[in-house]
């Protein structure tokens, strides 16, 4: 069960490109990834998203990130680490392979600035006639201001979480808002001046114990700076139990033992359940002009079940998205879900994406998920590849 978000239809439209690029992926995520989902051997044709983590490096520590938070993967001792950086010279390996596909290209973290070459890599993308869209704490926004919009950057998402103190807070850094409220406004000063609609600018809000409390605040102080659009996560974790269980499946089906889901464990019980229901009833009937989504579609009752009840799937199901996302980690890894990069199926260094995507490792993730109940793994309760696009 998956939703269009029909909030962005509006600010998507100001952008051809972006138009054409979804329409095109929404044909691969909901016609043609579902037709090759019935391939016996795991095989498919329909990749639209390739989804580069570009650098395990972040300049910010969020209590609550499943790389360098509390319980972070890369910062504990009991985990492997996912870190390192792929020269500029095979990524446009990679894009010069994709290109005729004409793939949507998500570049995350870490902080994606922070890898040197970012700007021309991007640049080079949309020389090749790509769409990009970027994720980043907004740290370098207003130093590259003037290229992402002079080179028709398509969307960048910039993570918001609260008024000042609580985004500081939140980001584990004083002074983090007022550097990513002036990247925000350099940007839409020069699309202004320049009569550009690129980049569509989106401001992401994470729902965590820092900021529960001032979810309506943050929609206020983000429409000050004339987004095209907002989304709120309510979280992504997970308890102990379900990546025990988790663990065993994919020991079983797969020969690894996980490890990622370590840095999602959280207790969400204690939450202020009421209060970001009625946060989340008022937001969505007040008149704004800012379009705000929340991720995944909940109704406001059923908010407490969400944070309570971490293994209900609210419907959810038939996960289809290693059937049209490819996944690339720091270090050129290949994995079938960006936020549990513990099954490796190759690396971009050494093959062809061709040569990745329907390889035998790929192709024996997806029938393995396939095989299990409802098309799921337990630890895909809490996932944005399942519920949030």
Request: hydrophobic share 35%; aromatic share 10%.
């Amino acid at each position: 069960m998956r939703r269009i978000p029909t909030q962005f239809f509006t600010p998507v439209c100001r952008n051809p490109d972006l138009v054409k690029s979804f329409v095109r992926g929404a044909y691969r995520e909901f016609v043609k990834s579902k037709l090759d989902y019935g391939n016996q051997d795991g095989s498919s044709s329909a990749l639209w998203l390739l989804s580069l983590r570009i650098t395990h490096r972040c300049n910010h520590r969020c209590a609550i990130c499943a790389q360098w938070g509390q319980n972070g993967y890369n910062a504990r001792e009991d985990t492997p680490k996912v870190t390192g950086e792929v020269p500029i010279e095979v990524y446009k390996k990679v894009i010069d392979e994709l290109a005729p596909k004409k793939v949507h290209v998500y570049i995350t973290g870490g902080e994606p600035f922070l890898y040197e070459p970012l700007v021309p890599l991007v640049n080079y993308m949309k020389e090749k006639g790509l769409t990009v869209q970027i994720v980043t704490n907004g740290s370098f926004l207003e130093k590259n201001a003037e290229t992402i919009v002079d080179n028709g950057w398509d969307m960048v998402c910039v993570s918001f979480d609260g008024p000042r103190e609580i985004h500081d807070k939140c980001r584990g850094v004083p002074g983090a808002l007022d550097t990513t409220v002036k990247g925000i406004s350099a940007i839409q000063k020069l699309k202004k001046q320049k009569k550009k609609n690129k980049p569509a600018i989106f401001v992401l809000t994470t729902i965590s114990k820092n900021n529960e409390n001032t979810l309506l605040e943050t929609v206020k102080e983000a429409e000050k700076l004339g987004p095209d659009g907002m989304t709120v996560y309510y979280s992504w974790f997970t308890r102990e139990w379900i990546g025990q269980k988790h663990t065993k499946i994919a020991e079983e089906k797969l020969g690894i033992t996980p490890f990622a889901w370590k840095g999602y464990v959280r207790d969400t019980t204690k939450m202020n359940m009421d209060k970001i229901s009625e946060q989340v009833q008022i937001i969505k009937s007040r008149k704004s002009t800012l379009p705000v989504l929340f991720v995944p579609d909940l109704k406001p009752e059923q908010i407490p079940t969400y944070y309570n009840e971490p293994e209900n799937f609210f419907g959810y199901k038939k996960c289809v998205s290693p059937w049209f996302q490819l996944d690339v980690m720091p270090n050129g890894d290949t994995v079938t879900c960006r936020d549990f990069p513990d099954f490796v199926t190759g690396n971009i260094m050494e093959s062809s994406i061709q040569e990745i995507y329907n390889g035998e490792k790929h192709r024996k993730f997806r029938r393995a998920l396939r095989s299990c109940e409802d098309g799921v793994f337990p630890i895909c309760s809490r996932c944005c590849g399942l519920m949030g696009y």
